[in-house]
């Protein structure tokens, strides 16, 4: 089956620094790939997806590869700032059979970026 | 244009009780979902609703019965709440139609403590 790992928290940084939370997945074919963010108290929102290999997703200086060859599409920013603070969770679609209308999530991973 | 909207925001129930979560959406999109949110799990998916009519099972059904009451609504009923069903819930909305992306929008969630 299908199936998404990401590293796991809490990762706490400084303002400024770089920022890289790893995702890789197990998927037949060629899925969607999407970052969402969860601000504390509210619902999970979009941040940015790729549809095939080599797309690059980006949205608010963050950015994510789709790399087919190593299955992974790793979220990057290169300043992070306090308002980043939040779950962030990796997610796939996938594109082909008849369990397409269904996203797999990875579990989370909770960022703290301290002043 | 409200999006996703969910009601009750909070509720506690004592094991036993009934209740039903109410979710609709202002976006004409087909597809809606229900997931739950536990601490280092992630969003499970609990039922979906590929489009009006159809309902589906998602990943952990047990306990829980939906009804899509037309196409912009669709609810889920605990009918003997557990200790177990303690969790944040989320509904989700997406449009697979030709043309359209295929970003999934949620809810501001429920938050529900069975005692």
């Known amino acids: 089956g299908n199936s998404v790992t990401q590293m796991e928290g809490p990762v706490t940084l400084s303002e400024e620094a770089f920022l890289t939370i790893n995702c890789t997945y197990t998927a037949t074919g060629y899925p969607s790939l999407f970052w969402y963010v969860q601000y504390p108290g509210e619902g999970l929102q979009l941040l940015l997806k790729?549809?095939?290999?080599?797309d690059k997703g980006s949205n608010k200086g963050f950015e994510a590869t789709y790399r087919k060859e190593t299955t992974s599409f790793h979220l990057e920013k290169g300043s992070v700032q306090v308002s980043d603070s939040a779950v962030y969770f990796c997610a796939l679609r996938p594109n082909s059979g008849g369990s397409n209308y269904k996203l797999t999530f990875g579990k989370g991973t909770l960022l703290t970026v301290n002043p | 244009n409200a999006g996703v909207t969910q009601t009750p925001k909070f509720q506690v129930l004592k094991t036993g009780q009934s209740m039903t979560l109410q979710c609709a959406q202002d976006?004409?999109?087909?597809?809606m979902y229900w997931y739950r949110q536990d601490p280092g799990m992630g969003l499970r998916l609990i039922y979906y609703?590929?489009?009006?009519?159809?309902?589906d099972k998602g990943e952990v059904p047990n306990g829980y019965n939906v009804s899509r009451l037309n196409k912009r609504e669709f609810s889920l009923r605990l009918e003997s709440a557990a200790p177990s069903q303690t969790s944040v819930y989320f509904c989700a909305i997406m449009n697979l139609d030709r043309g359209t992306t295929d970003t999934q929008y949620f809810g501001p969630g429920t938050r529900l403590t069975v005692l």
């Open positions: 976006m004409n999109h087909n597809s």
């Open positions: 790729a549809t095939k290999a080599d």
């Open positions: 609703s590929a489009s009006e009519g159809t309902t």
